[in-house]
């Protein structure tokens, strides 16, 4: 399934009313691009960034919505990847949607909610 990036305003309204405190002003302000047809387009990062920041409650809303991104990362790749989108820990892509077991590169996969690939640069930061 491809990721959809134009949703209807009611649609924005049903993640507003799961949103956190922060989000809530951000979708407010998505509102202000609402076009005649009463939908609004998002960029791929701006979709992107709802999904990193959901929470397990929010997650299946967004997928209800947007649908899920296929993202395959080639086979040996190094991700950080997390059921939770909390605690993350590095997996091996296998070039198929999914990730080796235990940080090797051969062997059974299994699939994570969240990954992305590993960026030094831009490690992922728990704001408590």
Not at 37 to 48: A, G, M
Not at 97 to 120: A, C, E, H, P, Q
Request: hydrophobic share 35%; with cysteine.
């Amino acid at each position: 399934m491809s990721q959809k990036l134009t949703i209807t305003a009611n649609e924005v309204l049903e993640l507003h009313s799961k949103a956190c405190y922060n989000w809530k002003a951000v979708f407010v302000n998505y509102l202000t691009r609402i076009s005649p047809e009463q939908t609004i387009t998002f960029t791929q990062e701006e979709v992107h960034d709802m999904f990193v920041a959901s929470t397990e409650e929010q997650y299946p809303i967004l997928i209800k919505i947007f649908g899920k991104k296929e993202e395959h990362f080639p086979d040996g790749t190094p991700c950080l990847v997390s059921n939770n989108n909390v605690n993350y820990e590095l997996q091996y892509a296998n070039g198929k949607g999914k990730f080796y077991y235990f940080g090797r590169k051969v062997g059974d996969t299994i699939t994570w909610k969240y990954s992305r690939k590993l960026d030094l640069n831009n490690l992922p930061v728990n704001e408590y």
